[in-house]
């Protein structure tokens, strides 16, 4: 279907996706308490209506989305970068593109940081909450910094495929399209290849945003039927304080950014990059929305391909600004609560190891969490307390993973500035990228 024959636009529709999911999971938890439950027998076996409803196709449907986006991850990120980089025709840009991007993703990760200390010093989360003794939490081992970068380099590509490694992934996918771009008519041609590799699969990207507005419904609907709200009272401080940071992280210091390096309107890159941050809502995962990231950057925001091919899988896999925001107020949190003082030395030991633990965090649901035991570790703080703050950690993840792909995009955006890569007639038109989103489920145009 084409877009004029929609009644609502692709976001919109996601939105009302996210909305009505949201109510229909909240509902759920009032209507099926345990008293509420409807339960019935047939042949012997007992059902829940429940458990049919949440646990059985909500749940069943969530995930076949999720596995959906999940399955794009790896064929889109090594085939794009090899187009991207294979097409490098000077290769000292490919060093100038890694320098830049990492030089500005550890950037924002560390003025998200500082950000976020400096705000949850002067709120005092946790000032007023006294440690229940009961609370237990076993820290999964944090990597050492050393065996993050060891582990950046492939002995065998194609078990980094098969476990979804994204950066050994990256790094083996840029060598091939270097020795690609060094091969003369050799390299051409596979590079022709892949090329038409890279439009079927950003097709397949359009297909499944298509049906989004149902996977975000389910996925909504499953998460806020069985939320525990009861968590949220005695964390309202540290739940509020997070949230805050991480709207102004992203209003303030992505729109300075943004502004300062490309003189570009940041309000038309929040406008545009409202898809993908509701794919990051509902999925909390980085990884899982990049297919829709690139979509965003290239055909709506006039990202150049070898920028967006190269800077945002490396973004989604290393630049965690919005964890570095939880991991931070987190800290405060839990020094508050078990009444430790910390030194200015104790806070730029948190500021360095959160920037480098937002480096190793891999974008799936979570991870920042485990990665908070680095940070406590460092500064002697007690690791159980990341029980206090689990219970709210979700809608938290949630939210720190769309502004984590806001960060990316921002930056993505700067660069393709910088190399002259950016569209921005396309970054200025407000309907750039709408059409392609939009595909005929039901009848296939051979010419689409
Ligand atoms: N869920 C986050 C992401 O994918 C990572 C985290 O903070 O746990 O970006």
Redesign the pocket.
């Known amino acids: 279907m084409s877009q004029s024959e929609h009644k609502y636009s692709l976001t919109t529709r996601i939105f009302i996706g996210l909305v009505a999911g949201t109510l229909v999971g909240v509902l759920l938890q009032l209507l099926f308490d345990d008293s509420g439950d409807l339960r019935f027998t047939i042949f012997g076996y007992s059902f829940s209506t429940y458990n049919i409803l949440v646990e059985g196709i909500f749940s069943t449907l969530g995930q076949i989305f999720i596995a959906s986006l999940k399955m794009l991850v790896v064929p889109l990120v090594f085939v794009s970068l090899i187009c991207g980089t294979s097409s490098l025709t000077e290769p000292s840009k490919l060093g100038r593109l890694g320098a830049k991007s990492i030089g500005l993703y550890i950037f924002t990760t560390a003025v998200a940081i500082s950000l976020a200390l400096s705000l949850a010093l002067l709120i005092g989360p946790g000032d007023a909450v006294s440690i229940s003794t009961d609370v237990t939490y076993t820290a999964k081992e944090a990597p050492s910094l050393s065996s993050v970068i060891v582990d950046m380099f492939p002995t065998n590509p194609i078990n980094a495929m098969a476990q979804g490694n994204m950066l050994q992934i990256i790094i083996f996918a840029v060598l091939l399209g270097v020795a690609m771009a060094m091969c003369g008519d050799a390299g051409k041609r596979i590079a022709n290849f892949f090329e038409d590799i890279n439009t079927v699969i950003m097709k397949l990207v359009t297909i499944i945003m298509n049906l989004a507005p149902y996977g975000v419904f389910v996925l909504m609907a499953k998460l806020f039927s069985s939320i525990g709200w009861e968590m949220l009272e005695g964390l309202t401080v540290y739940f509020l304080l997070v949230l805050g940071v991480l709207f102004l992280h992203a209003i303030l210091t992505y729109s300075a950014m943004l502004k300062a390096f490309t003189g570009l309107n940041p309000i038309i890159l929040f406008r545009k990059m409202r898809d993908a941050a509701q794919f990051a809502f509902t999925t909390?995962?980085?990884?899982a929305t990049l297919p829709v990231t690139m979509e965003t950057a290239r055909n709506k925001l006039g990202v150049g391909k070898s920028v967006s091919s190269f800077t945002l899988p490396l973004g989604s896999t290393i630049n965690?600004d919005?964890?570095a925001i939880?991991q931070g107020v987190a800290t405060v949190f839990i020094a508050n609560v078990y009444g430790v003082d910390l030194a200015l030395q104790d806070y730029l030991m948190v500021v360095l190891t959160a920037t480098l633990a937002s480096i190793g965090?891999a974008?799936?649901?979570?991870?920042?969490?485990i990665m908070l035991a680095m940070v406590l570790q460092q500064v002697n703080l007690p690791v159980e307390g990341i029980a206090l703050i689990i219970g709210v950690d979700r809608l938290l993840?949630m939210t720190?993973?769309a502004v984590?792909i806001t960060g990316d995009c921002t930056v993505a955006c700067i660069i393709a500035k910088s190399e002259n890569e950016l569209d921005e007639a396309k970054f200025n038109d407000l309907n750039a990228g709408l059409e392609e989103e939009e595909v005929d489920l039901e009848h296939f145009d051979k010419n689409s």
């Open positions: 909390s995962s980085s990884s965690m919005g964890t939880m965090t974008g799936v649901p979570g991870v920042g969490l993840d720190r993973t984590n």
